[in-house]
Nanobody, 121 residues
Framework: QLQLVESGGGLVQPGGSLRLSCAAS???????IGWFRQAPGKEREGVSC????????NYADSVKGRFTISRDNAKNTVYLQMNSLKPEDTAVYYC???????????????WGQGTQVTVSS
């Protein structure tokens, strides 16, 4: 059984940084990992994804230049470094698994439980 566990969320002031982790208990080396977020009253949206090799990444326009995704396949973990955080980044952040690095949440097969990120002064 493949499981994903997100961690690293919390409360941060605008302009601050957080690093989220997505730890997988099953085999994910041949799959892309994506980060998505969902704010209250809004649909889940793609934030970033990374291919199985780490050679290809995608970012939503709203986070380009601020967020960086990376993966450590030896640890079966994907990270999302979030810098210059804004209040509009506030959401529950989820990681998911899919064959391809795309930012379409309906395509992803597995999800973690999410971790809350709150950006507020």
């Amino acid at each position: 059984q493949l499981q994903l566990v997100e961690s690293g969320g919390g409360l941060v002031q605008p302009g601050g940084s957080l690093r989220l982790s997505c730890a997988a208990s099953g085999f994910t080396l041949h799959y892309a990992i994506g980060w998505f977020r969902q704010a209250p009253g809004k649909e889940r949206e793609g934030v970033s994804c990374i291919s199985s090799s780490g050679g290809s990444t995608n970012y939503a326009d709203s986070v380009k230049g601020r967020f960086t995704i990376s993966r450590d396949n030896a640890k079966n973990t994907v990270y999302l470094q979030m810098n210059s955080l804004k209040p509009e980044d506030t959401a529950v952040y989820y990681c998911g698994v899919f064959k391809l690095c795309v930012l379409w949440p309906d395509e992803y097969d597995y999800w973690g439980q999410g971790t809350q990120v709150t950006v507020s002064s």
